[in-house]
């Protein structure tokens, strides 16, 4: 579990890396300042927090999961990514040593691998070896004193080929900084584990993993895998340093599988969970609709593990018969097994182990069912010009809602046929173009379906956004928040990006990495402080005077006697602000000020300076039932106050 101190955790360390802290507090508002006026009516509740506000969107888009938060290293494991050549794998062979490899159509470990790579050796001795090398995802993450865990499938022509020597190697070096023997080979397909030990070596992410026989003969690999230490040791898990920086965030939610991700380009490369649960051998993986190929080792139980781990609900999306390219099936009996399908897919989810696809699950695995209250129907279907939606949400709204009445359906476009529980609404914008919509929903019917910001994000920077996208996101926020009792959810989107030439597809992501270190964007660190601070009320507040690029909301968390002020100043001139808390009658003499701050709107942070803008914590005297303080240009601002 991630405490309300989470920022406070990050910020100490970050801070002797970043920003100095500018004292304003209670200094005297710099010359030619106009002092706004903050009226807080401390316990007079407008409206109720939704507890699910912040949470997560992801889908495989960026190499956010293969290459990204699945943990998995080796890239084209089962030799599916080019149906024509074995990409990002390429023959090595020692002086002396004599080798060819090619796709081999004809064999496989199982009906959905079969695909090989096979190894023909001509010439090679236990001094001149010949076999493979894979380059990984722009590199292996090598660190000192880890252990990782490999495994392959693979077969021999005849026995005296192996054993298979397994190595991680220095790409500039050529230094083996961990290496492993698996004994000899038999002549039918057979699944091999091994585990790799690196020593004091230095960490590095210029690695590469090689497979190497010492005798002529020929091998066929599938299923290479090898996987660092993964969080909360998941077998099969995600990536540790991701992971704790998702989990800062304290997101309430996870939308899965994805957004596009769920609908493929074309109907036979949608999410189809069944193909995606069980044993690694028996998932054939699929085409992505981002120009490469998921191997689906994050498959659905994945994503459900994931939720759990990090204490977030999951909002299951279910494909409802659109995809990309503009293919759909029309509502009726063809729909049919895809709402069949969807009332299975629930059942994994949700069902006890007593029934049919719980059991499948506990096989999996999991016996232990997943808690779910949001379905969302399908993803973006504003883009079917068939007009065939409505028909089609009507008929999937019927079907769950006859099995599962609890459940809320979430709707991704206005529809007639039924009332949706939620719609998603979905957000793209420019910096300024936020700032001139923080009333969106200050005048959305509260008697209406709620509202679910599925997707949303300032378009600023790349691969990650700049500061000025996050002045445009933090102001964005505070509209959500003043608004909280009918936009319930929210999720930022994209949410990761591997930073590597080639490995992003989309412009502006919030958290960029790569094979080796990750970081988070200004953006990110504004999730964070707003999702650390969102209390459970919307207090009755009015502000005046402040400069037409001053933002604000605030919340009080009843359970804990908190008041959590946050204010956003995106101009280029400081604000003063006097802070009046009207109705308190106990309030503590020191309240904490949680700043984010850049000296320009264009800075940001980089896999290369990770922590040039990063929180900065520090306090600020009460008088009575009165704060004054003034915010710096160009900063995220959250005010803790002890109140009552």
């Not at 960490?203 to 660092?228: D, R």
């Not at 320009?600 to 306090?619: G, L, Y």
């Not at 009575?624 to 915010?631: R, S, V």
């Amino acid at each position: 579990m991630v405490l309300r101190s989470s920022v406070a955790r990050i910020v100490p360390i970050l801070a002797l890396f970043s920003l100095t802290l500018r004292a304003y507090g209670q200094e005297q508002a710099p010359q030619g300042t106009a002092t706004a006026l903050l009226e807080v009516q401390v316990g007079k509740s407008t409206a109720k927090v939704s507890p699910m506000l912040y949470g997560l969107m992801t889908e495989e888009i960026n190499h956010s999961y293969d290459g990204g938060l699945y943990a998995e290293l080796v890239r084209n494991r089962t030799f599916q990514d080019d149906s024509n050549k074995p990409v990002f794998w390429t023959v090595v062979q020692s002086s002396g040593a004599r080798a060819s490899i090619a796709l081999d159509k004809s064999t496989g470990p199982s009906e959905a691998l079969p695909v090989s790579l096979k190894l023909d050796v001509q010439k090679a001795d236990d001094t001149h070896l010949a076999g493979v090398e894979n380059e990984g995802y722009w590199g292996f993450g090598v660190r000192p004193n880890t252990t990782y865990r490999g495994s392959f499938y693979a077969k021999a022509g005849n026995e005296a080929t192996g054993p298979v020597t397994v190595t991680l190697v220095n790409d500039y070096s050529g230094e083996r900084t961990a290496s492993t023997t698996v004994p000899a080979l038999g002549g039918d397909w057979k699944q091999y584990s091994f585990e790799l030990k690196t020593s004091d070596v230095q960490s590095s992410s210029a690695n590469h993993l090689m497979l190497e026989v010492g005798h002529p003969g020929t091998v066929w690999f599938s299923l290479v895998s090898l996987l660092p230490p993964t969080y909360d040791d998941r077998p099969n898990g995600n990536r540790i340093d991701l992971m704790q920086k998702l989990a800062a965030m304290r997101p309430a939610f996870l939308r899965l599988p994805g957004g596009n991700y769920l609908e493929g380009n074309h109907i036979d490369e949608r999410f189809e969970w069944k193909k995606t649960i069980g044993p690694l051998v028996g998932r054939p993986g699929h085409e992505g609709p981002w120009s490469y190929r998921s191997s689906d080792g994050m498959g659905l139980l994945e994503f459900l593990e994931w939720c759990e781990d990090l204490h977030m609900d999951p909002v299951l999306a279910v494909y409802a018969g659109y995809s990309l390219r503009g293919e759909h099936i029309d509502p009726g009996p063809q729909l049919q097994p895809f709402v069949e399908s969807a009332l299975e897919e629930i059942e994994y989810v949700s069902g006890g182990a007593d029934t049919k696809w719980g059991a499948v699950r506990a096989r999996n695995g999991h016996p232990k069912a997943f808690p779910l209250t949001y379905i969302e129907v399908g993803n973006e279907d504003w883009f079917d010009k068939s007009g065939s939606y409505d028909g089609r949400f009507a008929q999937f709204y019927d079907a769950i809602k006859k099995k599962y009445p609890k459940l809320q359906l979430i709707a991704t476009t206005p529809v007639k046929s039924r009332t949706p529980d939620v719609i998603d609404d979905h957000f793209y914008k420019r910096a300024d173009q936020f700032f001139d919509d923080t009333h969106h929903y200050d005048k959305t019917s509260r008697t209406g379906p709620k509202i679910f910001v599925g997707e949303w994000a300032t378009m600023e920077g790349s691969p990650t956004p700049d500061f000025n996208a996050a002045l445009g996101d933090a102001a964005w926020m505070t509209g959500m928040e003043r608004n909280s009792d009918v936009v319930i959810m929210s999720s930022y989107a994209p949410l990761l990006a591997n930073v590597n030439p080639g490995g992003w597809q989309w412009r502006t992501n919030l958290i960029g990495y790569d094979a080796l270190n990750s970081y988070g964007s200004p953006s990110y660190y504004a999730q964070v402080m707003f999702g650390t601070h969102i209390g459970d009320q919307v207090v009755a507040s009015k502000l005046e005077g402040a400069g037409p690029r001053v933002f604000y909301s605030a919340t009080q968390d009843s359970a804990k006697g908190r008041l959590d002020l946050k204010v956003v100043n995106a101009s280029s001139t400081p604000q003063a602000m006097d802070i009046s808390l009207q109705g308190a009658s106990n309030v503590g003499s020191t309240a904490t000020l949680i700043s984010l701050s850049a000296k320009s709107p264009r800075d940001t942070n980089s896999i290369t300076e990770p922590t040039k803008i990063v929180p900065v914590e520090s306090s600020v005297q009460v008088m009575g039932t009165h704060l004054k303080q003034t915010f710096a240009p160009y900063s995220i601002n959250v005010i803790e106050l002890p109140v009552k």
